[in-house]
C-alpha cells in the first residue's frame, strides 16, 4: 500500500474562503457600479425628458386648426419669417392706401395721443412709386409733423394705381376702397406698429366695443363654431398688436431709447395662455387663407415701375406659396370647409359678417392715427381672409371667380408677416419673460430695493436700438 501524503485541511479551507471572499466582494463593487450608472443613466433620461416637455409650453394640434404648435413654429421659424421679412419692403407691399381721417360713426373722438410718434405724415415726392401717382396733382413737399421723419407718410392722390385689379369692395370691412379721393398712401417701412402712447379711456373704449358689442367670449358650452372663430380671430390680432407694442416700446422718452418691454408683454399676453392660442389660430387662419389663393395671387400684376424689385416680390410671394417644407409640413393649416354647414348657416354667416364690418368700422374710432392706420390695415387683412374662405365656394360655385383688390393683398401679407413676428417673439422672449415675471412672483415678499433690482434685469434685458 502506497501512503500519500495530506496537507492540512485547515489551511485549504482558509486559502479557498479568502479567494472567494475577494471574488465576491469584486462581484459586488461592480454590480454596485452598474447599479449606480443605470440609475444615472435613467435619472439623467427621465431628467432630459422633462426638461424637454417643461421647454415647450404649447404642444399638441392647435385648436380647431389641423397643424401644431411644433410645427407651426418651425414653419415660421425656417420658412414664413425670412421670406414674408424680405416681401413687405418691397415697394409693391410697402405702400398701403388708407383713410387716415375719418369721423367716428359710433361715438364723438376724444383719444389723444402723448407722443409725437402717434402721428403720420408725408413722404417726399420723389420716394413715391411713378405708378402710385396721380398725375396733374401739384408737387407739394409738406414737411412732416413736428419735424418727426420715422412717421413719414405720402399722401399722393392716385387714380391709376390699381390698374389691373379689382375696385369692388370687400363684403366683410366698412371701408370704401373705391373712393380714391380720400385716401392716402402711406410707407409702412416707415411707420412701424410700435407703442405710440395712446392709453386710457378712449383705447379701451375701442376694445370694450369690440368685445362687447360685436364678438363677445363663447362660453365654455358654445357649439356654434363660427362664433367661436369670430371671436378667436380677434383675440389672436388683439394678442399680436399687444406684442408689438411690448416688443417695440418707449424705455425712456428722455433718452429716446426702444427696446423690449417684458413686463408688458408678460401681463398682456403671456400670462394668458388663450391669447397665445388664439394667436396661433388666427394665424394658421390667414396662412391657409393665403395657400388657398395661390394660383391668384402668382397670376397677379405687382407694378411699381422698379422692374428688379417687382421681379422680386413675385419671386419671394411664388417661394411662399409653394413651398416644398410647409407642403408636407402643414398643407391645410385650417379647414374651412366643416363651417357654414347646417340650417341658418347663411343668416348666421351675415349676422357675422356685418359683425365684423362693424368692428372694420370701430377702426375710424382709434384716436391715434397710427394706431388706426395698423388697426385698419390688419382688420382688412383679416377681412380679406376671411372672403377669401368664405364668399367664393369652389364647389357650389366653381365659376364665380376669387376678386382682390390691389390693397387687400397689401394688406394680408403684411398681416400675415405682423402674425408670424409675433409667434417668433413669443418663442424667442417669451421663456424670458416668463422666467422674470417669475421670480419677481416669488419674491414679492422682498425688500422694495431687491424687487428694484428684478425690475433692472428686466429694463436690462431688452435689446435697446435707439
Not at 485549504?12 to 474562503?17: A, G, M, N, P
Not at 389663393?293 to 413675385?314: I, M, P, R, V
Not at 392715427?369 to 383679416?382: A, F, P, T
Not at 425688500?447 to 429694463?459: A, M, N, P, T, W
Amino acid at each position: 500500500m502506497v501512503m500519500v501524503e495530506r496537507k492540512p485541511a485547515g489551511k485549504k479551507d482558509q486559502s479557498s474562503k479568502k479567494w472567494r471572499w475577494i471574488v465576491g466582494a469584486v462581484i459586488a463593487v461592480l454590480i454596485a457600479a452598474a447599479v449606480a450608472s443605470s440609475r444615472h443613466s435613467f435619472l439623467h433620461a427621465n431628467k432630459s425628458c422633462s426638461c424637454a416637455k417643461d421647454s415647450r409650453k404649447y404642444t399638441g394640434i392647435v385648436e380647431d386648426c389641423c397643424c401644431d404648435y411644433e410645427t407651426a413654429d418651425t414653419i415660421n421659424e425656417e420658412v414664413l419669417h425670412p421670406l414674408l421679412q424680405e416681401l413687405v419692403q418691397t415697394p409693391f407691399f410697402r405702400y398701403f392706401k388708407v383713410k387716415l381721417w375719418c369721423d367716428c360713426p359710433f361715438w364723438p373722438d376724444d383719444g389723444m395721443c402723448r407722443l409725437r410718434d402717434c402721428s403720420v405724415c408725408e413722404c417726399p415726392e420723389n420716394e413715391f412709386p411713378e405708378p402710385f401717382k396721380r398725375l396733374g396733382l401739384p408737387s407739394d413737399d409738406l414737411a412732416c409733423q413736428e419735424g418727426n421723419p420715422q412717421a413719414a407718410v405720402d399722401r399722393t392722390l392716385d387714380n391709376k394705381a390699381f390698374r389691373g385689379w379689382s375696385v369692388t369692395d370687400n363684403p366683410w370691412t366698412n371701408d370704401d376702397e373705391t373712393d380714391n379721393a380720400e385716401m392716402t398712401y402711406v410707407n409702412l417701412q416707415l411707420n412701424p406698429e410700435r407703442y405710440t402712447g395712446y392709453v386710457g379711456p378712449s383705447a379701451r373704449r375701442i376694445w370694450d366695443a369690440v368685445y362687447s358689442e360685436n364678438c363677445p367670449k363663447y362660453s365654455s358650452g358654445e357649439t356654434c363654431q363660427e362664433k367661436k372663430v369670430l371671436y378667436k380671430l380677434i383675440s389672436g390680432l388683439h394678442t399680436s398688436i399687444s406684442i408689438h407694442i411690448a416688443a417695440d416700446y418707449l424705455l425712456d422718452e428722455a433718452t429716446n431709447q426702444w427696446g423690449n418691454n417684458l413686463q408688458l408683454m408678460y401681463d398682456r399676453v403671456l400670462r394668458y395662455p388663450d391669447r397665445v392660442r388664439n394667436l396661433y389660430f388666427t394665424h394658421l387662419f390667414v396662412l391657409r387663407a393665403v395657400t388657398k389663393a395661390k394660383e391668384y395671387l402668382e397670376q397677379a400684376e405687382y407694378d411699381t415701375s422698379n422692374h428688379a424689385e417687382d421681379l422680386k416680390a413675385q419671386s419671394l410671394l411664388r417661394q411662399l406659396l409653394y413651398n416644398s417644407k410647409l407642403e408636407a409640413s402643414c398643407p391645410l393649416p385650417f379647414d374651412e370647409a366643416k363651417l357654414w354647414q347646417g340650417k341658418g348657416h347663411p343668416e348666421l354667416k351675415q349676422q357675422i359678417q356685418k359683425q365684423f364690418r362693424n368692428i372694420s368700422a370701430l377702426m375710424d374710432c382709434v384716436g391715434c392715427e397710427k394706431c388706426r392706420l395698423w388697426g385698419k390695415l390688419q382688420v382688412l387683412g383679416l377681412g380679406t381672409a376671411l372672403k377669401i374662405l368664405f364668399s367664393v365656394d369652389d364647389q357650389k360655385l366653381p365659376n364665380q371667380p376669387l376678386e382682390l383688390q390691389r390693397n387687400e393683398v397689401i394688406a394680408l401679407i403684411n398681416l400675415l408677416n405682423r402674425l408670424s413676428e409675433s409667434l417668433k417673439f413669443v418663442r424667442d422672449m417669451g421663456p424670458s419673460a416668463e422666467k422674470i415675471m417669475g421670480e419677481i412672483t416669488s419674491e414679492s415678499s422682498e425688500s422694495s430695493d431687491e424687487q428694484f433690482g428684478l425690475l433692472h434685469r428686466i429694463r436690462n434685458s431688452a435689446f435697446f436700438h435707439r
